[in-house]
């Protein structure tokens, strides 16, 4: 039997698919892959306009320690209003009738 070469095993096959250097943001309808500049501490999604804290585990490897607490909030804060303002502005059209 003989072993065939250009089979690859699932982690083989995996590894092409990895991006070192990169992170993807952690809001979950968005999901775009950022690439920090070395040695940032801080990265903001160029998509959402999330932001996040980062560390880095070697000098070419960043982690998301945690998203930026008062970027983040205003960002939520100024949906929330806009999908308010959405819903009073129905509301307004539907008991017009």
């Not at 982690?11 to 070192?20: P, Y």
């Not at 945690?66 to 983040?72: L, M």
């Given at each position: 039997m003989t072993i065939e070469s250009a089979k690859q095993s699932a982690?083989?096959?995996?590894?092409?698919?990895?991006?070192?250097g990169k992170i993807r943001c952690?809001?979950?309808?968005?999901?775009?892959?950022?690439q920090p500049e070395p040695g940032a501490q801080r990265?903001?999604?160029?998509?959402c306009g999330m932001e996040y804290r980062l560390f880095w585990v070697n000098p070419t490897l960043p982690r998301i320690r945690?998203?930026?607490?008062?970027?983040?909030r205003e960002?939520?804060?100024?949906?929330?209003?806009?999908?308010?303002?959405?819903?009073k502005e129905s509301a307004g059209k539907k008991g017009g009738r």
């Open positions: 982690a083989e096959n995996l590894r092409k698919t990895r991006t070192f952690h809001n979950p309808s968005c999901m775009e892959r950022i990265v903001k999604c160029p998509t945690g998203p930026v607490w008062e970027v983040n960002i939520a804060e100024k949906t929330f209003a806009e999908k308010q303002a959405a819903k």
